[in-house]
């Protein structure tokens, strides 16, 4: 699976990474690893620090990313990285819920993806997305998943 994601989108430069430039097959395939990063780091009980671990792959889409930012070090904290994998995942998966109900998301650039504000300019639109966010410290243990707990939380009618 690492040699075709590196030749049909890593291959293709930063650009491709960015959860709209995704085609179905890969963005559920991301966003799947998102959902297990997410509920392996997070917990809706308790406000905790995440694991140290993420998802390689994650971390080679948000690699990718940083090394298309000039002002971006070498030598990035993994702590930092971690921070960005779950802000890419949190991207992946609402990037997944847009292609099925039109939320009126705005599409990430390579400068602002890996950015919690763009997440949380989303208050205005979608204040129970944030909320969950805030509640949960970004959420664990459902049983469904992510994609279907900020689906079913944000837009239940769908």
Excluded at 31 to 43: G, V
Excluded at 63 to 76: F, G
Excluded at 78 to 104: A, N
Excluded at 116 to 132: A, E, T, Y
């Amino acid at each position: 699976m690492l040699s075709k994601f590196n030749n049909q989108v890593l291959s293709q430069g930063p650009d491709a990474v960015l959860p709209q430039n995704l085609s179905a097959e890969w963005l559920n395939v991301l966003q799947k690893m998102a959902e297990d990063f997410l509920d392996s780091s997070y917990d809706l009980d308790e406000c905790k620090e995440p694991g140290d671990v993420a998802d390689p792959v994650l971390t080679v889409c948000v690699l990718e990313i940083l090394r298309s930012q000039p002002d971006v070090k070498s030598d990035i904290p993994d702590r930092d990285i971690l921070e960005k994998v779950t802000i890419y995942s949190l991207s992946l998966i609402m990037e997944t819920v847009h292609r099925e109900v039109d939320i009126g998301l705005k599409p990430p650039t390579l400068e602002n993806i890996l950015s919690w504000d763009r997440i949380i300019k989303l208050k205005d639109s979608n204040p129970d997305f944030i909320q969950m966010l805030e509640q949960a410290c970004i959420y664990r243990g459902s049983k469904t998943g992510w994609f279907h707990k900020i689906k079913g939380t944000v837009f239940p009618n769908h």
